[in-house]
Structures are given as structure tokens and as C-alpha cells.
């Protein structure tokens, strides 16, 4: 049976929950990816699937402590404390896949949940109170680029009455914004060694930061291989890389599949291959709709459009100094491109759409999403003076209820149109 | 009079002048305005029909957000010759970069507003409220001194002393104050220069105190709580029968409450960094790192020191921090308060 197959009739139905905590299933999921490793064009990707199927496991079967993180956290730290980190986030999507988001964000708004939020949020809201996911033992959250993801952590902390720390991450404010985040880091990373009762070495901490600078280079090899050949990634695929930027910064595996990808990439180029056939070249903005959906096979197989880069897939970090872990993972989250005045994030935009050759740029404006959505306007005018077609595609990412295939197709068509014309 | 003062303030009370600032969020520290020889004068959207601001935001921002936007477009502010924007939450950011954008003239500065409490926070904020000294002294060509600051902080302090006192009239058996009444003058105290209002302020309360008239003893006590009220709200309740004895609100109670003078300290040291602790400690906007917890607590002492007989939550439509608090303070609110 197929992998994926197997894994939405199980986990999907009814006696998911069950399903989800019995080592029985990690052992079948795990032989049938195995058996299933030749069917992957990228060997990446497969690894990518194995290592978040043993992450679940471990989450599950509860072998190690599970933290939960927002997707913004910098999780070089849990892995340096040798937790599973869990991002609910990541859950939320996973669910959409599987075609469960409808029952949870139900359930989300039976508990008051509006659909005035995003419905990430909605969605983990609605797992939690139906006992789907792993219960942590403490939270992490921060409050950059999300006012969500703070008031769920809130929530699911009061739920499940577990430990949660919160890192404040302002927008601007310099040298005193390094401090102040490196202190709240600190802060955290000690009350959490603690509470586990694992101590969190300098050795450990510095391994992780480590791997995370080894991952980073092969992240910046993998982009430059994407801008200097025709060598095109499926953009569903390259987008599902996000998985690790969000819970596994600091993982080992996350250094061996960013190199496998790499080596993946390496081959297509040497073979020529294109995974997708270019035409145009899109810079996407934003994720992608995670629930059953046609639009990326569309846009890249019948209208002949590749996504030569994604601004989630960005490198926008420093290298990290493992001898000032605090300060260099504080700086790192304060370098988001899109935290703060929206001028850094169009200033980032710009430098992509010159770096990539692109020749329009997509931006999946999820519902609920105030932080990405608020920039439309300025991102807008900032492209058209560059002489760069823009579409905002307007979706939602999680909840599926109101989605209009047809309408999203005919606008992306209309868009490829614009830009053969221009 | 209330309404009098109102109407002022909407009317050109300002416009002689170019020194009126406006402010967004009640994390922004008015004082440091007033201490430059500027006029704070605060923004809340007014519920004109938004019909501009759909142009450069989203239309799943909330209305405040959009309401203050439009009415800059729509030149509503005349009077204003720079704004201060609090960075409260992405929306606010955004209102930031609108504003910048779309209305070119005048000051506009974006604010940095920590979501915690704590010690580093009250420094990285004081430090954040010390560029923003400098920035006005710098855009209006002044200089403030400590005494200027000082100076501001004790007007500042004297306005939200008088209205503590004004809402603890709201908590007598009879009222001598209606929700919609109470609601005009904080916001007057917003927007109206301190050393100005608090002689009037006085004399308010002083009339209504001698009146002795109740605002409406035997009506339904509604205690309203939430992010920005409209007065409209207030009013609709009042029409119904209701009588709004509380406003738990960043327009109502969370404009002068928790910042009262601790004694020994306030007048000593950094202003900026007293100003800071007095701020990020004072009764929590959901915004704020975990709120809902002490807010919780807070609104059934609340809800007990008004005579309360029911709790009205009020969010705007797309107010993150203030939909997903809801919940929260919803399932610890019924058991203790019993009628609803």
C-alpha cells in the first residue's frame, strides 16, 4: 500500500487519536517508507518524511520530552536539550493534508474560535481540544511576525496546565534589542533544563548551533544552484522544506537532508533535468493551501510556470557563533526579513526577484494572516515600479470550506498571461 | 459640559496650533509628548464609514486600524502635525507603514511596545521611549529637561487621579455617572492638554457630586470590557435599559488605572524608566504576554467593586489578541459572577 495512502485512511479517520499513540503504526509507516524510497524523484524529500515520522514517533510514544514551539522560536535550543520539538502550526497543516482540518476548525469554533483568526490557529485550537496531538510538557512561543500563535500557545498551555515561555522579539530597536532578546533566550533555556531536568551543556548548545550553520550552507547552496541553472524544485515540494525551518534548526538530520537536497539538485543540473518545465519564473510569497488541491500542479505543469524561489526558503540569517549562542540566535530572529517596517521586506523582495531572474511574484494571501497581508499595498507599488507583475492570490491555507479551485486557477492563468505579454 | 468639551476636541480645538500629536495605544506614554511642549491627543477611530483606508490595508483589519487611517486620509486630523504609532500588534505595524506612506506630510514615529513585564522589558522600553524624546526634540526643535518630564508626569498623574475617583462614583449603589458620560470624558482627558483639563475635571466632579442626581439607579449594571469601545456600544446598552457602570477598556479603565503614584520613588531617578515600569505593569491589554491570566482575576474584582450584573465582551471584528482571549476569560467569568 502507498505511504501516504495508508497514512491518511488511518490517522484520518476516527481511531486516529489511537492510531497516533501505538508504536505498531510507526513500525508499518516506517517499512512502507522504506519500501517506498525509490518512488521519490527527491531523496531528500524522502529523508525529509522519515525524520518527521520519527519525530512523531518520539512525540507520541512520548520516549523524550516533547516542547512545543511557534514556528518563529528558535529550536536550536530544544535540540540542544534533546527534546522533540512540536510546532502546532506544523500540525495544522499536516492535518489539512489529511483531511481532518474541517473537523477540527469546527471544533475550534464551537470553543468561540472566530474565523476572523487564522486558521493555523483554528485548526491546532480544534486538534488540542479534540486530544489529537502530543501533550507537551512545557511551550515555548515568541511574538514575532505572528499575534496568533502567542494567544494559542496561551490556550493550549491552560488546557494541558504545562509550563510555557514566552520570548518577546520586537520589530526594531538594535544593539538594546539583541540584549534584551539574548537575555529572554537565556532566561528560557536554563528554566527549561530545569524544569525537564536536563542540563543543557555548552557543548550541546554549541553542537546545535553547529549543525544549524551547516544546514544554513547547504540552504545557501541549494538556492544558488536554484539561481544559476535552469534546475527547478517543485514548488509544493520546496515549500514543505519549511517543516524543518520551524522544528528542526539544530537537528542533525536537518544538515544530512539539507545535503542530500543539495546532491539531488546537483544531479538534475548535471543530467539537465528540469522537474518542472521553465517558462516563467514565480517568486512565491507566503505558504500554499495544504489541504487536497490542484493549484501548484497547475501553475507548474499546465501553465508552465516554475517557482524559481520561495520567500519562506530564504536565507536571511548570519551565521551563528556558537561561542555567543544567545546573542547570535537572538540576532537571527531579530534579522527577519519581514519583521518590523515593511521596508525590509521589500527591500529582501526586490534583492530575490533581481537574484532569481523573476519574472512575476505570487503571494498567497492567507486569511487571518495580518502580518503578511498588511504589506500587499507597498509590496505591491514597490514591484510595479520595478516593472514586476504581481498577483495576490487570495486563500486560505488550512481551512478548505470556501475554497474556489476555479476562481484561483483562472486568475493564476490570467497572471501568466500578463507577464508573456509584458 | 461633557458634551460641550467633546465637541471641542472634534471641532478645531486643536487647529490654531501646530503642536498636536496624536498617539495610538494606550502603551504609548503620553507625558513624553506633553513634557516637549506638544499636545497627545489620541486616536480612536470614530465610526465613519471607512471608505479610503481600504486602499492601502487589507479589508480584514480591524476598524480601528482602518478607522484612524481614513480618517488621516480624509483629513479629519487637521489639526495633527505628527503621530506616534504603537507598535501594539502586526496591524498597528501595518498602520504604521500606511501612514508613512500614504499621508507624507508631518512626524510619524513607530514606537517598539514589549509584550512582557518584566525588569529587561521596562529597560529595553525605556530606552525605546528615550529615541522617542529625542526624535520629537529633534523633528520640533526642542529641548526637553527632567523638570519638563517630571513636570508632565505629575499632570498626567493629577488627570488619571481624578478619574480613578470619578469611576469610583460609579460604583455607589446610585450612580451620579452614565457609562456614555464617563466614556466622553476620558476621552476628553486624551485628547486634552492636562494643565488645561484638570481644573474643569474638578469642577465635574464636584457638580456632579453636589447634584447628587443619579444616572440610573434601579437599570441593569453592565460592566463592558475589551480592546477599544465605541461609545456607540455604551449608548446602545443605556437606550436598552442597561446603565454602564465600568468600561474595562484601552479607552476606559486601562487609560488611568495601575499608574498611580507608589510614593517614595516616583519623583526620583530616570523619568523614562518610571515611566516604562509604570506602563508595562498596569492592568493588562490582551496583548500583553498573558494576559488573559491576571485579567481574569481582574475583571471579577471588578466585576464585585461596580455591582456589576452582567459582563459585556466587546472585540473588533479582526482583533487577534482580543478574539482569542475570549475564550479564556469566558469559561473562569460564570461561575463567580453570578448573574449574566
Redesign the interface.
Known sequence: MDFYRLVKEKMGGDLGRHVLRSPLSYNILKALLVKSRHQYSLQAVWMMNRYALEQTRRAYLRRDPVIWNSVFFPTEILHALKAVPFAPEVGAAVAAGLGLATKFLGRAEQ????R???SF?RCAMGSVLEEYLPAPDALVYS?H????A???F??VA?FYKKP?F?L?V????GD??V??VA??LEEIAGRLSHRLGRPLTRDNLARALENSNQAREYMLKINELRRATFVNVPGSQALNFVYLLFTAQGAPETVQIYRQFYRDLEGLAGRGDRAVPERRRLLWLHLKPYYRNGLMEYLENRLGAALACEEMNHVYWEPLDPERPYESLARKALSHFAL???ERRIETLLQLVRLYRIDGVVHF?H??C??S??????IKEALRSAGVPFLSLDGDCVDGRNYGEGQLLARLEGFIEMIDAK | MVEAQETNAKEGYFASDNFTVGWTCSYIPEEIIAAAGLKPYRLVADGTKVTRADACLPGNFCAQVTGCLDAGLAGRYPYLSGVVIGFSCNAAVHLYNAWRRCITHGFVYGLELPRRDTPEARKFFSKNLGHLLLALEQHYGRRVSQEDLWRAIAETAETRRLLRHLYHLRREARPLVSGSEAMALVRMAATIPKNELNPDLVRIIDNLTAKKETAGGSRPRILVTGGILPPALVELIEECGGLVVCEDACNGLRYFTGMENTGDTWESGDPLLKLATAYLGKPPCPRMSRAAETRSAELIKLAREYRADGVVYYSLKFCDVNLYEFPLLKKTWVKPVSRF
Open positions: 470553543y468561540w474560535s472566530t476572523d483568526t487564522c490557529h511574538s511576525l505572528c499575534d496568533g502567542p494567544k494559542l496561551e490556550h491552560a510555557v514566552f518577546d520586537p520589530g526594531t530597536g538594546a534589542a540584549d534584551y537575555g529572554q518590523g517596517p515593511v494571501t486569511w487571518g495580518r502580518q497581508n498588511g504589506g500587499l499595498r507597498p
